[in-house]
C-alpha cells in the first residue's frame, strides 16, 4: 500500500542532498555513506556550477540514481520519490543568499523553496569565506532562513588554522541537525 508520499510502508526515509560550488563538494560521497548508516536513501541536486565539482560517476554509484541538476521535462517520471528532509552541504554565499530571497532559478533553488513550503526539515552546512560572511546580506539571509525553520550548522570558511592546516568539513553534522528534536 502506498501513502501520499509515494513510499511504501517499508521504505526508508529519502533525503535530498543539495551540493553547491565549492571545493570540499568532491568529498560528498561522505555525506551519502553517513546517510545510509543512519538508514537513509539519498538522492544528489546540484547546482550548475556544484555539478562540475563531482565525480558523476562515483556519486550516481553510491547513490544508485542520476545526479539532478536540472528540471524535468513535463511528463517525463520523477528521479526522486518526495523528500522526507533536505541536507543542503555544501552551501554557499550564492545559494543562500538566493533562496533566502525566494529566487528559484535552479532546480537545487527551486527545490529549497518548495521544500519549505511542503514542510520539509532543511539543514544546512555553509561553505563560506570571511569575507564573503561580513557581507550584510548574507547575515540577513541566515536571519530569514532561521526564522522559516532552517537548521544551521556551523559555518565552514576552508580558511587554514595555526598551523596551516584546513579544518575538516564534518559532513555528518548536517545529519544531526535533522535529527528529531526532543
Keep these: 500500500m502506498t501513502g501520499d508520499s509515494g513510499k511504501t510502508p517499508a521504505a526508508k526515509p529519502f533525503l535530498y542532498v543539495v551540493v553547491c560550488a565549492a571545493g570540499i563538494a568532491q568529498d560528498v560521497g561522505r555525506l551519502i555513506a553517513a ?9 544528489v541536486i546540484a547546482t550548475p556550477q556544484g555539478l562540475g565539482f563531482l565525480d558523476t560517476a562515483a556519486v550516481e554509484a553510491r547513490t544508485g540514481r542520476p545526479i539532478r541538476s536540472a528540471w524535468r521535462a513535463p511528463g517525463d517520471p520523477r528521479p526522486f520519490p518526495a523528500p522526507d528532509a533536505v541536507a ?4 554557499t554565499f550564492n ?3 538566493k533562496w533566502a530571497a525566494g529566487i528559484a532559478d535552479t532546480l537545487a533553488l527551486g527545490t529549497l523553496c518548495e521544500a519549505y513550503g511542503l514542510g520539509v526539515p532543511i539543514a544546512v552546512l555553509p561553505c563560506v569565506s570571511d569575507a564573503l560572511a561580513a557581507h550584510p546580506a ?18 565552514y570558511s576552508g580558511e587554514p588554522d595555526a598551523d596551516g592546516r584546513r579544518p575538516e568539513f564534518r559532513w555528518e553534522r548536517v545529519l544531526d541537525l535533522l535529527a528529531p528534536r526532543a
Design 88 to 91: 543542503v552541504a555544501p552551501a
Design 138 to 155: 548574507y547575515g540577513a539571509s541566515l536571519d530569514r532562513l532561521r526564522g522559516m525553520g532552517v537548521r544551521f550548522g556551523e559555518r
Design 95 to 97: 545559494t543562500v543568499n
Design 35 to 43: 546517510a545510509r548508516e543512519r538508514g537513509w536513501e539519498a538522492g
